[in-house]
T-cell receptor
């Protein structure tokens, strides 16, 4: 079955609003990463965060291993934050399994 | 410079033709990946390479093969391409697999007619 599930599937915000993206996984966790993808673009690593909380500017990632979830918080959203956010995990070895992503649109 | 380079960026082939997708990285990463991305299916792992001549099938290897003769280069080969192999293909690399940040190339958009 689906090992990595992301929610919501899509999200529309007004510029300046906050967003909370969720990633839930059904297996034990070895590592967790968040990626950003602009439409038609490549994937860019946002966070490598296998546990705990990390912050970079307006972005905060929190991974709680025993609850099998990770979240990505975007504060004071900007139009340039629009795109797809994907999470990926490894539970054994080197194979990463990706979620299907959350599509974020920030309107002016 | 921490870069993963994919060539070509766009490719149109006819069904039955052979396809070669190239990927290079300048970070001396031992682990490299090939993924394909399709709407609604997300990213699916085709092959993983642990180092030179040490490759392993991913989740959807059928119809694909790979070659890694140098640490910095990883090729994806489609012998006799099929229309259902139309997709966007991404190469990625990392140090020690998923235990560190993955770096992705810009992708190759392949259309098989």
């Amino acid at each position: 079955g689906q090992q990595v599930q992301q929610s919501p599937t899509s999200l529309v915000l007004q510029e300046g609003e906050n967003a909370e993206l969720q990633c839930n996984f059904s297996t034990s966790l070895n590592s967790m990463q968040w990626f950003y993808q602009r439409p038609g673009g490549s994937l860019i690593s946002v966070f490598y965060n296998p546990s705990g909380t990390k912050q970079s500017g307006r972005l905060t990632s929190t991974t709680v291993i025993k609850e099998r979830r990770s979240s990505l918080h975007i504060s004071s959203s900007q139009i340039t934050d629009s795109g797809t956010y994907l999470c990926a995990i490894t539970n054994m070895g080197y194979k990463l399994t990706f979620g299907t992503g959350t599509s974020l649109l920030v309107d002016p | 410079d921490m870069k993963v380079t994919q060539m070509p960026r766009y490719l149109i082939k006819r069904m039955g033709e052979n396809v070669l997708l190239e990927c290079g990285q300048d970070m001396s990463h031992e682990t490299m990946y090939w993924y394909r991305q399709d709407p609604g299916l997300g990213l699916q792992l085709i092959y993983i390479s642990y180092d030179v001549d040490s490759n392993s099938e991913g989740d959807i290897p059928k119809g694909y093969r790979v070659s890694r003769k140098k640490r910095e280069h990883f090729s994806l080969i489609l012998d006799s391409a099929k229309t259902n192999q139309t997709s966007v293909y991404f190469c990625a690399s990392s140090h020690q697999g998923g235990q560190n940040t993955l770096y992705f190339g810009a992708g190759t958009r392949l259309s098989v007619l």
